[in-house]
């Protein structure tokens, strides 16, 4: 599935040059920064977290969930809305910032922290690998290139998610449970800093001029929290941080309300916000 | 034939979280162990019931057959990296193997 | 696959109230509990097995098998014959009687049977909960909620069939190997009792006034034995009861005759008995 | 840092059917133990060749870290529960753990 | 998958008598040994492989990859080409012989071969397994027999060739990592020697009267080295052999470069030596 | 009640390729091995890091329960034909079970 996403994406790009998505990256990292930064005053102070859970939990929420964009991905193909092709890529970049300012929220930019360890386990976990595999291979061999091999990873994309997100619904059913301690708190959060993350994300749309669809796409993409890239990292780098604490939040409430509710809620405010806008 | 004489050995065992494997492996590499063993595995201990299904829930264990300054200087090192932070066990068994030369 | 079947069900629960089912259910846990109690005597006289193989046999025989469910409603589809839309909330509903009823015959209603094990074991089986929990999703969301979702999961579905089919038919050939004890009765039970099960099955279809499918699709399920949920539940509960025995039974014959032979055999028995009765 | 004492201990080995850990995680939780770690295993014993495939066919190995008593009072209960009707073994091996204070 | 191809190749099978395909299965057995005892001497001498490797090599490249033949039915399938359908039947029977001639290379006939160990792991290893189970199948059922369950299998082919090919990459990949000994000669080795194959390939398809299609499919099982029976059975019987080495070769590059370039040059080679010899 | 009598036995364990696990099999057989049990593992030793992924890159851990005598008999026949070529580690460890006549 990850690689049927970087394929498309990777085709994508080798269409555009590259220094046209150079606005697009820089804006994206910087999205990606800027949710962190916001989210973690606000579980530090509001919700009393200690400052490792604060900061990886934020870090959690500025970064975001393949499975996600993959159900947007779906949802937007049977509504055939458009969207700008190169998602993917920002989905990429999106994956890294948030990590790094999360890191530093709670360790300072000690040289202790491990970073190769960290560096090693955010860009060689599973996940980002065949993402960026999938990018490349796009990239390189253009539309033609892929064609005898496109049609089985496409095939292949729905049924994969089907079974992925059949065995997230599980887990974040689990997590569901050991929402004990700031459990309120938890729940409020994991449903209104997507709902907020999601604004943001469709004012970057506009500043950089997407379409309504491009809009949606980037707020499902800010509002999505990570829940296994960020969580590897961080069990690495901010060791006194809960475990279970972020992937209830980001697993068990924000991924089943986005996949339920928040894929068609985000297009709504984007078109909105497009049409009062460019009205 | 190599001559066939035993030589007594310990068996270090760790078992914990999967999420530090590749951060053990490097240190496993700075305190010069040239082998070890691992298995994918699941339990519950004070830390909570981890009963795998995906990553950051499930736990390996480690194996590695050293003498017994080996044994006692990664134990050491690893407890005070790790105990505080994450779920571990460490615990430390006598065996005997064929060639010495080996570990 | 266990999802989408309950899934669909789920969503045609939604379309008709729950009472207009009730006749229908009840039916089913009676069927269920009368092939058990039928098969026991004569695994027990006839075939000269301990009261727990028989009993265990029985609840396998009594219960149903969702892979040859999943075959059936797949070469339903081939042939597109209809049948009533609510077969997988009775498929549920026959895995469970057959357990008690095989227990109690096995072990009388004595105490220190571990219910609460068997109950854990039975409601909390990987089969049942899938199947259990895309009833309810379905029920819920009823047919537009699960819009988004659903289109995933039916592709999977044929593709889980085969690799599911291709999984138990290995095993199946493997079974075969261990029927040297009680062998040549057993071959005969796994091919009569189905048959026989299959016409008890189009009776009851015809009281509870079933289309020519929907008897045929109940003849199925009667035919069909079990070979997970209950080796498990009997696993713990008649410990003494040889599982070798009722899994090369349910699983090396019974499986095989119905997949290959049983699903177009029970169809025509329900369009026979459809029209002599109703001729 | 913790002081390093070293403590024996017993590590106690069952090797039994797959379809009895739930039964067997209960039994553990009224024997009061609070830790084990269980891996995915096939084999062959006196009840024939279990080499894996699916459920019913394949085996667990279950680690238990705890004193001589507890290792005695599991594997009594065990064997008498389960000996007669089911594929298993059990058996006890001596080992050194840091913080006894953990089983 | 496997079973996929196998049941394709067992339901042509019932089609044509046996007889008739016995000229190409002598031909097939025969082609296996040629290239096995070609590819011997230029490792040996050339490549100064030492005698064990240099006949696990030759057997690998002597054998058949049954990911790289998948491929290239589903390129076939897209740019409809047609070709002789027993190919699947030829693909099992040239595992064999490239086995049998490596081992005698390395070893001589000496009895204290594990003979039976080493037809234990070829014919009951998994792949084999599956793709004669196929076959069998497919040739008893015939077309109409497995109906019922055909469709299963094929939508179900493409989406598990992408997740093996996804796999073979990776490992792939992993493998170039290994090429510091003998590195040059086995990157040349593992380019030059599928061509040449190729062209022995067609050369054989000529000599069998086959279409344009069945010559590019046999140009490419020829040009195709195996990288799961070979190996598993080289590690039995030629110990000495260095696993790396040769799987370096046959995955690392070989199949690497089949799927890539490989299968549209073997067809344009068909083509050519069709159209100079019938022109 | 079986009589509880607790008998000093050995554990034989073998860590090596998993592509050899049938010959190995085929092995206990004629050695008179009546029981084993495998697990899936992976790691690394002199012959370089096998971490899995794939049936020609991972090991298998072997345990036999067996006498002083057996565990020398196989582990030594397992020395001969398969150290030379195979990536492979052997260890003997004592330890205690409760029905001798099972072994
Ligand atoms: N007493 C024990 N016996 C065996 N395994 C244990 C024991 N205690 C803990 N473990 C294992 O070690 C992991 C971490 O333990 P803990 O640090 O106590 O949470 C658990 O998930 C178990 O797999
Ligand atoms: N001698 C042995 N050494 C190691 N494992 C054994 C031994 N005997 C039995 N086992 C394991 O215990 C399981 C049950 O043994 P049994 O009750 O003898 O059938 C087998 O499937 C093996 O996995
Ligand atoms: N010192 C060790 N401790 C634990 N396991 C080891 C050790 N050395 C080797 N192994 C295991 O045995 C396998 C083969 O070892 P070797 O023959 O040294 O390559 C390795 O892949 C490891 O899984
Ligand atoms: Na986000
Ligand atoms: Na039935
Ligand atoms: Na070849």
């Known amino acids: ?279 | 034939m190599m001559e066939d004489k035993i030589h007594n050995i310990k068996v270090l065992t760790i078992i914990t979280e999967a999420s530090i494997e590749s951060s053990l492996i490097d240190d496993f590499e700075s305190l010069g162990v040239n082998g070890f063993t691992i298995i994918d595995a699941r339990g519950k201990g004070r830390r909570g019931s981890r009963m795998g299904g995906w990553e950051s829930n499930s736990n390996i264990r480690i194996e590695i057959i050293c003498d017994a300054d080996q044994a006692k200087k990664i134990s050491t090192f690893v407890k005070d990296k790790y105990f505080e932070n994450y779920a571990i066990v460490i615990y430390i068994s006598d065996s005997q193997v064929f060639r010495l030369d080996k570990f």
Chains 1, 3, 5 share one sequence.
């Open chain 1, 1 to 279: 599935m990850l690689i049927a996403i970087g394929l498309k994406g990777g085709v994508e790009l080798a269409k555009q040059s590259l220094v046209s998505l150079l606005p697009d990256m820089v804006a994206v990292i910087f999205m990606g920064s800027l949710l962190t930064l916001i989210a973690y005053p606000v579980l530090l102070y509001l919700g009393k977290f200690k400052v490792g859970d604060a900061a990886s939990i934020a870090a959690h929420y500025g970064s975001v969930s393949v499975g996600t964009f993959a159900v947007a991905v779906a949802y937007y193909g049977t509504k055939n809305v458009f969207y700008e092709e190169h998602m993917p890529l920002l989905l990429v970049l999106l994956e890294i910032p948030a990590i790094l300012v999360g890191i530093i929220l709670a360790k300072g930019i000690t040289k202790n922290t491990q970073w190769s360890i960290v560096f090693h386990e955010v860009f060689l976990g599973k996940g980002i690998v065949l993402l960026v595999g999938g990018l490349l291979i796009g990239w390189i061999a253009g539309p033609e290139g892929i064609a005898s091999i496109e049609p089985l990873f496409f095939d292949l994309f729905k049924g994969v998610l089907a079974i992925f997100l059949l065995e997230m619904g599980l887990i974040a059913a689990m997590q569901v449970g050991s929402l004990k301690n700031h459990g309120v708190f938890l729940i409020a959060f994991g449903i209104l800093m997507p709902l907020f993350s999601a604004v943001i994300g469709c004012l970057f749309g506009i500043m950089l001029g997407m379409s309504v669809g491009g809009m949606g796409m980037l707020a499902t993409l800010a509002a999505s929290a990570s829940y296994i890239a960020v969580p590897a990292a961080m069990r690495i780098s901010i060791p006194e941080a809960n475990p279970t604490l972020s992937l209830t939040a980001s697993l068990g409430i924000t991924f089943s309300f986005n996949v339920i509710f928040g894929i068609p809620i985000y297009l709504k405010i984007a078109e909105l916000m497009h049409s009062t806008i460019t009205g």
